[in-house]
């Protein structure tokens, strides 16, 4: 192991350790990749990782020293809503202006966000990924997509 020191007017306000890349360092995880299907303005979409994502995960979290086994699910996991209610919709999205042209609804709201789709995860696949990352992709409608791990 190694140790950078930084200083300021000439005394260590910070240091930081560097670990070599051996499995005693290493920090293995389990990462499952889920799709989310949202219905907020009317049409079912559904978020996915760009191609190459996957990939640009794993050597981000192996440059930490951590060794990802990553589950990409097949189904994705389903935030539609139904003819009466929308669930979704209605506690994490607010109406207004997607983009100058369009008005609708997008996510604005996250406090409950997680609870929310860990319920959702667990209503759907049961204890399949119980113990695992998740990683939950999202699309909006306007095409730009954000992605949430827990």
């Not at 306000?13 to 990462?31: D, E």
């Not at 609708?104 to 709201?109: F, I, P, S």
Request: proline letters at 2%; glycine letters at 8%.
């Amino acid at each position: 192991m190694q140790t950078l020191y930084v200083k300021a007017d000439g005394e260590i306000c910070g240091a930081i350790k560097i670990h070599p890349n051996t499995p005693k360092f290493q920090k293995k995880i389990n990462v499952v990749f889920v799709n989310v299907t949202t219905d907020i303005n009317g049409k079912a979409v559904t978020g996915s990782a760009k191609a190459g994502g996957a990939t640009f995960f794993k050597k981000c979290l192996n440059q930490a020293l951590v060794i990802p086994n990553l589950v990409v699910e097949t189904q994705d996991l389903d935030c539609t809503g139904n003819l009466l209610w929308n669930t979704f919709k209605n506690k994490f999205c607010t109406y207004g202006q997607i983009n100058k042209n369009k008005k609708g609804y997008r996510v604005t709201k996250d406090s409950g966000l997680r609870s929310y789709l860990e319920q959702k995860l667990k209503d759907q696949f049961g204890n399949k990924y119980k113990g695992l990352l998740y990683c939950v992709f999202y699309r909006r409608k306007s095409g730009l997509e954000w992605f949430l791990l827990f």
